[in-house]
């Protein structure tokens, strides 16, 4: 799977701002979500989410006042426990 151009990550980023959804994106552009996620992390494109806020605020200024224009943050942690710690609820069984 392809990684998007600037321009598609531009139009992606608008899209986010716009209130579209990670699957009518993934129909669209026929891209994995994660491709998506690598362009609103700033893991790929870099830059382009700053180029599309300047072109959104023209488009739809009464959007651009309301918008999260931060890259994305995953939510979720994956805990790790440290090698040798074993889990408390092994030791309930014989």
Known sequence: ???SSDEEA????KAKWRGEG????????KKSPFRFYEIWTEAKNPGTRLIA????KHE????????DTSPH???????VPPP??????LDMFP
């Open 53 to 56: 806020f300047e072109q959104f």
């Open 22 to 29: 990670v699957q009518s994106l993934v129909l669209r552009y």
């Open 1 to 3: 799977m392809a990684y």
């Open 10 to 13: 531009i139009e992606i980023w």
């Open 73 to 79: 943050t995953p939510k979720r942690k994956v805990i």
């Open 84 to 89: 040798g710690d074993s889990s408390p609820q």
């Open 60 to 67: 739809a200024p009464h959007l651009a006042l309301h918008v």
